[in-house]
């Protein structure tokens, strides 16, 4: 769907502080490998609710000397003729020991009003007023915005078309008393400049009828000598052919480039007025794909993505930054009918690509990469040692079957490769081409039906590889061999009673891949070993139609060390020496008990309960025998209220956290509230 | 065939086809690694002694050692260093004495619960250039402050060095 000018400014406020947005308009392909990617499918629109709403919510946290508050109103009322959209959000956040404070508000909010203009067309006004306040010890500062114009929206056929622009103010002072009085407002200074963008099209709704789904966006603000602009596209083409297989096509591509303004925090701990670095920042991403239709209970799928970004700082030469990533994703999938007794899923995806530093310059009169590597005292050349090739794959395989008495086995593979090939090494170990390498294998037994008893038991076995190619830096590969046994009963004698157990136990164990290296004569540094079962036991019981009891332990032991064996010792000292023993380091053990009593009403509910913590830890000497003990509790008594009447609801958590341990002692208060009519 | 059979082997075929391409091509197998250089992991510079056993560094490697903003070091008797300048002065040293030891005496790990951080504070430490032909070769002496972060384990996030006398041995700025 098309950007609201609220998301846009958001976009605008992230793009100026040098975070990435490239998102928006570039999907990610992270998912399991047999899954369709999420950017081969039209968005999904929004239920469109005929009532007028009032949200109200507020969430607040005191520590002993942090503090925040997050709390937002939203007014949507239903008119007949008009669409009124107001925000209101304030938050806070602040070290009371160090007397810094932030505060923040937004006011955004529209109004437009149904054919008020030729066309059909829509009319109306935007406003987005911002402040920030920050207060530090040695003085405060606040920054103000405001955006101010009308809006124009036609809905062509079936495509919105919407135009906006107006007024841009902005107001500000760095170097204000702690105190604030009357001199705030006569000593701030201004800007003044506009605004103006438009989008085009719905992500969720066909372009004329046809399989293409097209979404454009852009806005761009210019105060003073400062400006900055958001451009954001996407297409996509999604169409089933009358042999039942489906070709898609997409195309996304997003571009930020301007700075602004804004207030941060100086270097002396004060406050300052800053121009943020001029940032260029594109993405790109094409895409096309085929899912055919099942042939042989089995259907296949295919996706070929090209992606390219990059982020460049034209006038920032001071820490060079820009870089580049053109990658080229191959996907393969195959699926078999989820109905029958056999279930097979398998994806492998391959994305292949370069990482080029400082791309826009020539680097070629330096020649080797030794002569880079000599010559790092050069900001350019050590920005360009991070050049590399990246090769990423990632494979799923999943096999279910069903067995009688509603018995369901599954195993699932899941691998996943991260290499990085860099070509400028030449002995630092910065830049050494490296793999890191994970298989995991599961085994899942379901144990299901309509009985009282019901659960699952699983195994897992996962391996870790890292792999340093050079010389500098092998002596650190492993493989990490992780092992874990789990199982989860639940027990329903009746519909008023229930008996969850969940278990697992694990055990990490890391083998040096050259050994000797890590052995006498070199310093002793035997491999990590560390293990962990935990045991989370649930019940709830309905009393009757009133009253609820609820109860929660969860244990929790952990402990980690070294596998202390005779090869890593001097052999002439190894007899008079335990070895081939696990020597912990640390062990630690949790425990975790909820009691809860929840009265049910046809109004809502309220649950009143508390939560005991007991923490022991023991940290061992280097003889892996003497520990010490540190106990530390927490009681967390709470109430959790959940009412509504008619359309109007409201929720709310308040906890009280009691610690042992300093400074750890608390509040956590959270409300909202709904009213639709 | 029997349907039902065959069914089964129409699913796992592809499924077998698809594991066996993986294996075969070796797209999750590690590349061939050199041998390790010198002799392995060598802890020259003795930094283990500052997490001791209760918190010990899960790598030695400056790289990974060192986590924090700059600058981490900071020599009371110099200016403030970057990170890659004290790695690199710290190889230097490294390569250049092959025999050096470096003494660490640690008083006290002190525990910061408002962060979960640790302060270590090094009452004394010793740098003996030459254990092998001299042992009183030394490069400096002095005290020291470390402060250590947990991010999967222990490392040093700041290095407060006051050396005895002039510019600390282990500084970049250092002049031989």
């Not at chain 1, 310059?361 to 040692?385: E, N």
């Not at chain 2, 069914?7 to 590349?31: D, E, N, T, V, W």
């Amino acid at each position: 769907m098309a950007a609201s000018f609220r998301e846009m400014e958001t976009m605008i406020s992230t793009a100026r502080r040098g975070a990435v947005i490239v998102g928006v308009a570039v999907a990610t392909v992270l998912c399991q490998t047999y899954e369709w990617p999420s950017f081969f499918a039209p968005a999904r629109r929004d239920t469109v609710v005929d009532s007028s709403k009032l949200r109200l919510s507020t969430q607040d946290k005191v520590f002993e000397n942090d503090e925040s508050t997050q709390s937002g109103l939203v007014w949507d009322p239903h008119l007949a003729t008009c669409h009124f959209l107001q925000h209101f959000l304030y938050e806070t956040s602040g070290d009371i020991g160090l007397h810094a404070t932030n505060q923040y508000v937004d006011l955004s909010g529209s109004v437009v009003r149904d054919s008020a203009l030729p066309g059909n067309g829509a009319l109306g006004l935007e406003w987005s007023p911002t402040a920030h306040y920050d207060l530090r010890e040695q003085g405060s500062g606040f920054e103000s915005t405001v955006d101010l114009g009308p809006v124009m929206q036609w809905r062509i056929d079936s495509v919105p078309v919407s135009i906006r622009g107006g007024v841009s103010g902005t107001a500000w002072n760095d170097s204000l008393p702690s105190s604030l009085g009357r001199a705030t407002i006569d000593s701030a200074n201004g800007a003044a400049g506009y605004y103006g963008g438009f989008s085009l099209g719905d992500t969720a709704a066909r372009f004329f009828g046809l399989p293409l789904y097209l979404s454009a966006q852009a806005l761009g603000r210019s105060v003073e000598q400062d400006a900055i602009a958001v451009l954001t596209g996407s297409a996509l083409f999604a169409h089933k052919l009358p042999s039942g297989d489906s070709l898609f096509a997409y195309f996304g591509d997003s571009l930020s480039n301007g700075k602004e303004d804004y207030l941060a925090a100086s270097s002396s701990g004060g406050l300052q007025y800053l121009s943020s670095p001029w940032r260029i920042a594109q993405s790109l991403q094409a895409a096309g794909g085929i899912k055919f239709t099942e042939r042989f209970n089995l259907q296949p799928a295919f996706y070929y993505s090209y992606t390219d970004k990059s982020v460049e700082y034209p006038n920032d030469d001071s820490v060079p930054s820009d870089v580049r990533d053109i990658l080229q994703t191959y996907c393969f999938m195959l699926s078999s009918d989820s109905a029958a007794h056999l279930i097979y899923r398998g994806g492998l995806r391959i994305t292949s690509g370069n990482e080029v530093w400082l791309f826009d310059k020539d680097f070629s009169r330096f020649g080797s990469p030794t002569y880079i590597f000599d010559h790092q005292d050069s900001l350019d050349i050590t920005a360009k040692l991070e050049d590399h090739q990246i090769y990423i794959a990632a494979a799923d395989q999943y096999l279910g079957i069903k067995l009688p008495h509603d018995w369901i086995l599954e195993y699932k593979l899941t691998a996943f490769r991260d290499s990085k090939t860099y070509s400028s090494f030449a002995g630092d170990t910065n830049y050494n081409t490296n793999d890191h390498i994970t298989i995991n294998n599961h085994l899942d037994l379901a144990l299901g039906g309509a009985h009282k008893w019901t659960g699952n038991v699983y195994g897992e076995y996962a391996t870790y590889t890292v792999n340093y190619l050079e010389s500098e830096e092998s002596a650190q590969n492993s493989v990490q061999t992780g092992y874990r046994l789990g199982l989860n009963v639940k027990f329903q004698p009746s519909e008023r009673f229930s008996l969850n157990e969940r278990i697992a136990a694990d055990a990490e164990i890391t083998d040096w891949m050259y050994e000797s290296f890590h052995s006498y004569p070199n310093i002793p540094d035997p491999p990590p070993f560390q293990r962990m079962f935990a045991s989370n036991l649930a019940g709830k019981w309905e009393c009757s139609k009133m009253i609820e009891l609820t109860g929660r332990w969860t244990e929790t032991y952990a402990d980690n060390g070294v596998w202390a064996g005779s090869q890593y010792f001097n052999p002439s000292k190894v007899d008079s020496m335990r070895t081939n023993y696990y020597g912990i380091n640390f062990k630690s053990i949790e425990n975790t008990f909820t009691l809860g009593t929840a009265l049910i009403r046809a109004w809502g509910r309220v649950e009143v309960g508390c939560e005991v913590q007991d923490n022991l830890s023991m940290p061992f000497d280097n003889t892996f025998q003497k520990y010490d003990i540190n106990q530390s509790s927490l009681i967390e008594p709470y109430i959790d209220l959940g009412v509504h009447y008619h359309r109007v609801s409201l929720n709310g958590k308040v906890i009280r956290m009691i610690s042992t341990v300093p400074n750890e002692s608390g509040w956590n208060i959270g409300i909202a509230g709904q009213a639709a009519w | 065939m029997n349907p039902r059979v065959r069914a089964i082997f129409q699913k796992i075929l592809p499924a077998s086809l698809l594991a066996a391409l993986m294996c075969s091509c070796g797209i999750f197998s590690p590349r061939q690694s050199q041998t390790p250089n010198g002799n392995g992991t060598t802890d020259p510079l003795n930094f283990s002694a500052i997490g001791g056993t209760q918190y010990p560094f899960p790598t030695l490697q400056y790289e990974d050692l060192f986590q924090g903003d700059d600058p981490i070091y900071n020599d009371e008797n110099s200016r403030p260093s970057t990170k890659a300048a004290l790695i690199a002065r710290l190889n230097q040293i490294a390569n250049a004495y092959p025999h050096i030891q470096v003494n660490w005496t640690v008083t006290d790990w002190i525990p910061n619960s408002s962060d979960d951080s640790v302060t270590v504070n090094v009452g004394k430490y010793d740098i003996i250039l030459n254990t092998s032909t001299n042992p009183s070769d030394t490069a400096g002496s002095g005290t020291a402050i470390f402060i250590l972060v947990q991010n999967a384990g222990w490392h040093i996030s700041s290095w407060t060095d006051y050396p005895a006398q002039g510019v600390s041995f282990f500084s970049p700025n250092y002049n031989q």
